[in-house]
């Protein structure tokens, strides 16, 4: 069986968890080099692991050509600048999300996926490949709700994780970037279609440090498309609950909603609070499977030399709605596409 | 409209709220007369809600010919003499369950139906009555779920009334008799047959008290019916969550339960204890409409002059199957009927 | 005890429940009076429940003095004059929502509900006495979900009616009128607060013919609100599986839903479907219990000679709304009130 | 990082995914050897995965000194024989369940084991390793639901496989055998006791051919443990919707259940039938994940040389309880141990 060499860069709390997967989770993987600016981290990786090369510097692992592919799992604002230089060294390319933290990058992004048609690139958007929502995509696709009518998505980070969060604020690009940029993704996906006209609201309902940063700790939007769909976006950083990402697709002849109740597992707790579930309390809980199985889709697509079916656009244009959330939220209008 | 004139005797917990339903939830019912040893009871219920006429003994109110039909909700132990008393002395008669605490008695209030035929008496299995109940049972009669095979009832009072739960057990007759006896008549309804082998069992897992009744906090019971259908019974008294009335019915084309999650209302509550339902707290909560459903059968019948599908042998049968479910549980053995 | 005279107006599909319950749910009212333009409606109520008068022009019945409240179930357009004749006709006045059809009409409703100070005024938006919603209201004064963030209020009819609902689409005023007027009053009620900003989109998914009344199938809106809350409505025709009223209010410690799953009873059916709830099929069975409870309210405000929650400006108020969302949607632009 | 060199024998459904998870899901894991006497299997395996060794006969693969342990997943009968043999040769042995046909072949199993204290021997309970499972285990352990009370465990095959349950039947040693041994090892873990008397009811519902195998296609039994507490055990061939394996463990201060609704994933479909769930459709969709961390738990317990929690004692006691149930069952009577 041949194997996919994999040199990883960013070995944060998602990072690592990649390159867990890439070593552990993928039979067809391997991961061989491993870098980060934090000496530690790269040591550390390769001691547990027995991982053959480690890095402080991106551009020394991109000189390793025992590798076939390059994971990057650095600091968005990094992404499109080791995506132009992994492309051009000749790798095929994973990114995490988002593409980009301006619309520019994302284009110079594009321009560099189009100049190495014959490398894989491969963009984040893991919620495509979780078993939910590939069920969900399916029966929408087979007509099981008819035509799409309206999206509504929740991306709430558990309160329990403020701390974090409040630090994160001044470097998120705020919530429609940092949080939401999934459920556009989602929304453009299961619409088919590019939002149009956007209006945002929101505020600090609890922590106005948030505001700092022209942010909400908590914001929605209602978005038209093109093809006159709508979607209804809410995202923030205050549920008590657990790690709350739900969907819903309302369609002329039904109704799927992926995870309505945000439950860890198939345990129902019956006592004095009544009956209950409990929740996924981070998305590296929620999303554990949907991770490898991005990745496999990834070493697969090199094997197979096939195209992702996401692409460097889909990168761009969530971005760009994205913005244009941001713009409306922060200056309380309609911004239109 | 022609009203029916009733009388109620007993004006205990559950008594009061029949005589509010007779008073206030039926159009064509009237409470004409009350009845209580106690006469407190008695002269509340006469000045609170206007009562005609209002009595301390059960004698006198039968001598009272305005009257059309006597509603019973005195303590168990009275039940079979005061139906013998009231339908002998020409009134339509509804009685609480059970209908009597020992087989001889039922056998006896039998008799007393059997020789006035021409007047209605009903026994109180309200769940019949439930909509829930009822849907389920118009489905399965429809096919929904094929042939039956298995009842699964629990009957679990909420261990927040504890305390009376305990001074009553000396006179309760054991769970089988005060909380299964409902199941016993559901079970009878839904698979259409009668127990014919009983293995059970159970014991004192939190309060030692129920012990000296010869009694446990919670039992169990497996039946097995003439037509090879069988049945589970759970019953007791330590429910954290609430009043937790649980059926199912398993058929071989399908399944069907009633109130799995024994929810209050259609409030979901989302918080630090994940997503949760809070839960029915007593009968009086859970079993509302039902009261008043089957006081509208019961005047139905009475101005329609039909019989109700509820007779005196299904009191019989049930008690018959009690007994013989406490047999079983007290002597530790299998008991066939 | 004191009996409430009541004279209803308007025996259509909705009156005719509102008169049933006059006439046998609320012990202290009586249906004294049946009024509609139609005859035969008249006759039958009066024979059916032997009602003492009837009328098929309201002038008249508002010169009955054995009467002491009017009930309004006539089509909208005649709401407010009628409430204006009967209010100052000296009677209480009970008015199905909405208000009126238009602003300047609601206005003329306030100023005569000011000058008849000492008469018991309420609108029937009976949502808030809907056990679930009280329920629910409660737990948020008492601080369960902190401060309320985010309203999302979902109002779909069921595509079983949907000949009926184009039909009426001439005369409804849109969906935001017709629909969604309960959930504008609900997110008054739960946010504490007026809306400010208004976007709204929507079209006809599957019924073109609603364009022709310049309304959707389907529509939704996302208000900005005076203290900076946020709520998101959502209205159409197009459920597939009932009546569809779905209401959550998420908050800076909890979340609270109604009707999550519209279920229209306990039962749970299991069959090569999956594991399935049945849901409500029209306002009728899914809000039967409010209808009665509202009633008993306006009925006690006049024993009790104490006004209701439920204003006019209640319904000035939402009615203004309404039509700015409206305003919204057709025009496809952001609203400020 | 050593590797754990293991030789599977048994290709079937099961086995051949269990082969796969030992070449692909577990990292210190090897599949080094097939084995079947089925020789397209072992051909097949190999020539996909690259498998070293291939065998089509036991003992064969038992003197391939290159091995550390044995994988045994060949049809029960052979289960206790071939664990001798293997831990007699020096391997480590994983067995899937039952351990044995007879209890007699269980206790040479035992001795093997216990002549071979120094190997790993470790029985397929896979449940035990579910997270849901686990984390209910962890719960209670914690005092989560007081001191457990009953324990109910449901374990029915889809309908649709009823054909190879048909074929299946003659060598299947009966529903409590067959299905009902997990619920039995549960029982036992949950309930930290043995059971000391069984009644157990049952028959052919639909599927007459059970019978002449003295087995129903559906059986329940009532069981007491030595410490008093109960588990009703339900077993079968005929949901309609998937694969049923639903678990409730009742304690004096709260209730558990797991996968009280065994959905599929977490996708909730809103269409003409209500609100559902569809389900899980085989125990292989429902445990895939259980049997990769039972792999990893043995393979860990290998490297670390420690014992499994679950021991050859478990698959003895399990075994013989089901035979006490399935006594129980064909004669009708209670049995006590």
Redesign the interface.
Known sequence: ?KKVKIGIVGLGRLGIKHAENI???V?NAELTAVCSTVEEEVHNAQKS??IKYGYTNYKDMLENKELDAIFIASPSGLHCEQIEQALDAGYHVFSEKPLGVTVEECKRAEKAVERNADKIFMLGFMRRFD??YR??KE?IDEG????P??FRGYSVDPESCIEGSIRFAAISGGQFIDMAIHDIDLARWFLNSEAK?I?????C??YPQFAEHHDGD?V???M?FEN?T?A?L?AGK?A???YNVETEI?G????????????????????????????SQNFLERFEESFVIELQEFVNCILENRKPEITVYDGTKSTVIAYAATEAFRE???VRL
């Open positions: 069986m070593a552990f989770k039979p692991w027995g078993p939910s069920y969900a029966k099981a709700i008819g035509k009518i309206m006209s209006f945002a609201v929101g505020g309902y609890a908590t929605a939007a209602l038209q006159d709508m209804f809410y205050l008590q609950h657990g309302v002329t002849k039904g109704t799927i909603r992926i995870a309505a109740v945000p439950q860890k597992n198939l345990v129902e707790v019956i006592d004095t609070n009544g009956v209950r579930k409990e929740c309380n209008k309609l």
